[in-house]
């Protein structure tokens, strides 16, 4: 069903269809609010994926930390970040990574006063 | 029991990280705190004995396994959370067990069906809010009784709910009658946004004249602005920007007529677009 939302451009909302597509990945990455759980993870990262059943394209999403690919397949933001964390990585970092900038040209933008909403409202239009 | 003001703010973890590592002086940050200062000052001279903070749990104490749209917590301390990347080194959080216990069954008896937390950890959408008002203090200098709200799984409540909600939590302040009630001073604090988007290829979007439009809405005429459809905040403040919704709660806890004592913007504070308002009740 479409929703009044679904023209947005560059934004996955995180209503029921994306929650019953990336639960069991979303629960992998809660896992890693527990220390003894990252390190297990950063130790075997394939071994401990296989606690979670995830398709082969989240698996591969996650292993390769493909930032926006995870959100195509289900991932909320706040649950992904735990990765990025993990990594060492900023919100500058893959707010970059998703948006095909590097994060010196990302946070650049951000002092610049942010990215506009002007051409951003609508996908495929210019206001 | 009175009702000394309320406080609107952002709580973006960046803002919990320059304080925690003592960064408020650098450049990128000496402006913001600059800014917050005059809140600080009002929180410090009105000294609330309890703040209700309004905010949202970011995947810490509540996952995809159970989301309440509103949770109280009424335990008798809450500790930081560890969002992934270790507990914020801040104090514990000490709640009112007497006067949460006395908002759960009012609010309940008064048709909003909320989630009743003895223990939960909080994360940095409450912790942030109150370094932001009272810096890195030994101990916090109020009790804190969290509400929890959810905006991380779509649909989060409208912004009527949320500013009805906050009517109802002014209903039962003021039918308070525990032991501490006759001296007792209450803040209400509501927490997130203001535009940002932290997701997709749209990320880093901000919008300065939502914001300020939302501001001036929001004290002059809540009863319109609450009516913004979701796809609104989506669309115009960015998709983590809903997360505005949640600063009816604590406009509504204010009564219908409120004074409006400082605001401030700042862009950016990480991705954010960083706001922060605070009012006082007319009538009381």
């Not at chain 1, 990025?84 to 900038?101: K, N, R």
Request: hydrophobic content about 40%.
């Amino acid at each position: 069903m479409e929703r009044d939302y679904d023209d947005i451009p560059g934004t996955y909302v995180f209503d029921g269809r994306r929650s019953r597509q990336g639960y069991a990945l979303n629960m992998f990455c809660m896992s890693l609010n527990d220390a003894a759980h990252r390190e297990e993870f950063t130790s075997d990262e394939a071994g401990y994926l296989d606690r979670f059943d995830l398709t082969d394209e989240q698996r591969t999403a996650v292993l390769e930390r493909q930032w926006l690919r995870l959100l195509q397949l289900g991932g909320n933001i706040y649950y992904t970040f735990k990765l990025a964390a993990l990594d060492g990585l900023t919100m500058q970092d893959i707010g970059g990574a998703m948006s095909g900038m590097t994060t010196a040209e990302f946070s650049d933008m951000m002092i610049g006063g942010g990215r506009s909403i002007e051409g951003n409202r609508h996908r495929g239009a210019s206001a | 029991m009175r009702i000394v003001g309320g406080v609107g703010t952002s709580h973006v973890p960046a803002v919990g990280a320059a304080i925690d590592l003592g960064r408020q002086e650098e450049p990128y940050w000496a402006p913001y705190f600059e800014k917050i200062q005059p809140a600080r000052d009002w929180v410090a001279g009105h000294a609330p004995d309890v703040c209700v903070v309004v905010y949202n749990d970011h995947a810490s104490a509540f996952s995809l396994q159970l989301v309440p749209t509103f949770a109280l917590g009424v335990g008798a301390r809450f500790e930081p959370a560890d969002e992934g990347y270790g507990p914020r080194p801040v104090p514990t959080v000490e709640g009112h067990p007497e006067l949460a216990w006395h908002l759960a069954e009012s609010l309940i008896l008064d048709e909003f069906d909320i989630t009743i937390v003895n223990e939960m950890a909080v994360d940095h959408g409450l912790t942030v809010p109150l370094s932001i008002l009272f810096g890195q203090p030994e101990a916090w200098p109020c009790k804190v009784i969290p509400l929890c709200v959810n905006v991380v799984q779509y649909p989060p409540p409208t912004g009527r709910r949320c500013h009805e909600l906050g009517r109802a939590i002014r209903r039962a302040l003021d039918s308070y009658a525990g032991t501490d009630a006759d001296d007792l001073t209450v803040a209400v604090v509501g927490t997130g946004g203001m535009s940002h988007q932290l997701q997709g290829e749209r990320a880093g979007l901000v919008n300065p004249d939502f914001d300020a439009a939302f501001l001036d809405a929001l004290v002059a005429d809540p009863d319109t602005s609450r009516m913004r459809p979701h796809s609104e905040y989506l669309r115009e403040a960015g998709s983590e920007g809903i997360e505005l919704v949640m600063w009816f709660v604590m406009r509504g806890a204010l009564g219908d007529e409120v004074r409006e004592v400082y605001r401030q913007y700042h862009v950016p504070t990480s991705n954010t677009g960083n706001g922060l308002i605070v009012l006082e009740p007319v009538d009381g």
